[in-house]
């Protein structure tokens, strides 16, 4: 099964990012727009997991303690291929991600083995929020992204919300698109 640890995205805020969403699809670029359902924040992938290997990751996970963290969303910004062409379209954090990367490091650490056998390297933490992913790019396709994030940061508005839990889910990909079975969520208390 293929496994990933994230954030889920509040509602109301899920609701404020579909006006961005919307904004991005103006833009008529080959992309596919995260479903607002879908809408979450990565702190770790582990990729193909045994099914023998889940209660240990749970168990492990379970150690961790935090309080709840304040996050704020505001600027967007993309991802290249090693071409330098933008395949992926998100939105960042402006607060929170020091905390947030704490939780990643703490997950990457926590699940080292099961990275190394599924042979993922950990890149550092990049709080954020995936809107949509290029299909065919091309130089023309990033210039014109790029413009449009630039316009669109200078009206940005700053999104915040309140983490209380990540959260450990199953992905699987359809024809349709992915869909998310949720396994395990981990509190994050007001006391630790």
């Keep these: 099964m293929r496994l990933f640890f994230a954030i889920d995205i509040p509602k109301d805020i899920k609701k404020r990012l ?3 969403i919307c904004e991005l699809e103006k833009m008529k670029i080959p992309c596919k727009f995260v479903e607002l359902k879908n809408l979450h924040m990565t702190l770790l992938f582990l990729g193909e997991v045994k099914e023998e290997d889940l209660q240990i990751i749970i168990e492990k996970t379970e150690k961790f303690k935090s309080t709840p963290i304040e996050v704020s969303m505001k600027n967007f910004g993309y991802f290249t291929d090693k071409r330098k062409n933008v395949r992926i379209i998100w939105k960042g954090l402006s607060k929170g991600e020091e905390r947030l990367s704490f939780i990643s490091k703490f997950l990457i650490e926590a699940n080292r083995e099961i990275l190394e056998k599924n042979e993922l390297i950990s ?5 954020h929020l995936t809107l949509g992913r290029i299909k065919n790019g091309g130089r023309k396709v990033s210039q014109k992204i790029i413009e449009e994030i630039i316009r669109l940061n200078k009206i940005a508005e700053n999104k915040s ?3 209380e839990s990540f959260h450990l889910y199953k992905s699987t990909l359809t024809p349709h698109g992915p869909e998310y079975e949720l396994i395990k ?8």
Excluded: A, T, Y
């Design 18 to 20: 579909e006006h961005d």
């Design 123 to 127: 890149k550092p933490f990049k709080g």
């Design 161 to 163: 919300f309140k983490i």
């Design 185 to 192: 969520s981990f509190p994050l208390k007001d006391r630790i």
